[in-house]
């Protein structure tokens, strides 16, 4: 992914949902957990009860868009799964960038000077 330190294995994506916390919205699931890296990574999982491939492509692209949208406000050393929900595909970018956003802020992801 372009911008974004990706997350590519199966152990670690099930690693990150085994131990890490989980944030439910309409929207998408995201799981979090805290790395020992100075900068974030990424995971971005749609799966085929989203539907064909177009639309699960969309969620991906979608998601990571909302993703570097709200990166630089973010605090580093976290690792991120993010997993499209049936209502992604119909959302904007802008709809997810403000389901994260509101997520972060009630976890503490989200640096305090923004």
Known sequence: MKGINSINKNKDFS???RTGTSIVTP???IYYRKNKLSANRVGITA???IGNAVIRNRCRRII???YLNLSPSMKKG???VFVARGKTAYKKS????????SAFKNK???KEDI
């Open 108 to 110: 503490g992801i989200i």
């Open 47 to 49: 799966t085929k009860k």
């Open 15 to 17: 690693f990150i949902y």
């Open 94 to 101: 802008t709809n997810i960038e403000k389901e994260m956003l």
């Open 27 to 29: 929207i998408l699931v």
């Open 78 to 80: 976290y690792d991120f």
């Open 64 to 66: 990571r868009q909302a």
